[in-house]
């Protein structure tokens, strides 16, 4: 079994990083920050960036959806302008339930991982596969 520099086995340090990351973020970034410049073992080191990707992807999408009540507010302050009787909103609270169901797919997601990072297996994320292939090739 492969053990990292402090003597905890690999795969448990790989499964750590995702339901860090599933928890709390800031803890998850330093326990990644601590695996990519301490460690040496490839494989964690491409764990810990991975989680690093799916994190900041989901943190992307929330924002994204955030914006749809901005482009609303911009809006609703343009129609007004003509016509102080028309108000503008987002139906049903739509992006309540879509950043309800990307935190919740970004917890689910993190939390197999980190399951399947017990076994040192992997889900791959294609957005993030390709930007690690790119990056963190040992070819440059």
Not at 14 to 22: H, K, P, R, S, T
């Amino acid at each position: 079994m492969l053990k990292t520099k402090l003597g905890i086995s690999i795969a448990l340090v790989g499964a750590a990083l995702y339901f860090l990351g599933a928890f709390s973020f800031i803890p998850a970034v330093l326990l990644a920050g601590y695996v990519l410049i301490a460690e040496e073992n490839e494989w964690v080191k491409r764990q810990a960036a991975r989680m690093i990707g799916v994190v900041l992807l989901f943190g992307v999408l929330s924002i994204a959806v955030g914006w749809i009540d901005d482009v609303v507010s911009i809006l609703n302050v343009i129609v007004r302008w003509f016509d102080d009787d028309v108000y503008l909103k987002v139906p049903a609270n739509l992006t309540s339930l879509c950043q309800y169901i990307i935190s919740l797919a970004k917890e689910i997601l993190l939390l197999v991982m980190g399951f399947m990072a017990l076994g040192m297996k992997g889900i791959k994320v294609p957005f993030v596969e390709k930007l690690l292939d790119k990056y963190m090739s040992s070819e440059q």
